[in-house]
């Protein structure tokens, strides 16, 4: 395993929770909950800014597929967005990685560490990250191989201008 800093993401409609690694890729830690800025990419650039503070040396960005694996509107969200940020943080690697559940299984360990329902809108979407990047550290920790799909940050190709 490569070692080296690691962002975890976590896409939401409202809000963007943030995780990184220790230095040695071994645990994810919470590091913010940034406001989705869907129209301006604020966000985006926060996300960018931090990939070059922490010099990681790679991107996983949750992709909420549904229960039967399929790809629903949040997942089409999340891949754009991984997407734009991929062509941001070049050379940094981004990947996809499957995050069924985890928003879920966020409220239930702020909730069994008792964090008051109200309180826990603020940090889900930074827990949310936090067990998405883990299960992505372990991942690789045991096979060797960054887990999940790996985002293109190649550009859109032009167009060519048709011949006169």
Do not use: C, W
């Not at 008051?116 to 992505?136: E, N, S, T, W, Y």
Request: hydrophobic share 45%; proline share 7%; net charge positive.
């Amino acid at each position: 395993m490569l070692p080296g800093v690691r962002i975890g993401v976590d896409v939401g409609n409202a809000r963007v929770g943030i995780a990184a690694s220790d230095p040695t890729g071994s645990f994810a830690l919470p590091v913010a909950t940034l406001p989705r800025d869907a129209e301006g990419g604020s966000d985006l650039d926060e996300v960018t800014a931090l990939v070059s503070d922490r010099q990681a040396v790679g991107v996983v960005v949750g992709l909420p597929l549904l229960l039967s694996g399929a790809e629903g509107a949040a997942a089409q969200i999340a891949r754009s967005y991984a997407a734009e940020l991929a062509k941001r943080v070049r050379p940094v690697p981004v990947r996809l990685l499957d995050e069924r559940l985890t928003t879920v299984d966020a409220h239930r360990r702020l909730r069994d560490s008792g964090v008051p329902g109200r309180g826990q809108r603020a940090v889900v979407d930074q827990a949310a990250a936090v067990l998405i990047l883990q299960v992505a550290l372990d991942a690789e920790t045991q096979s060797g191989v960054p887990a999940g799909e790996t985002v293109s940050s190649a550009r859109k190709p032009r167009k060519k201008a048709p011949r006169r």
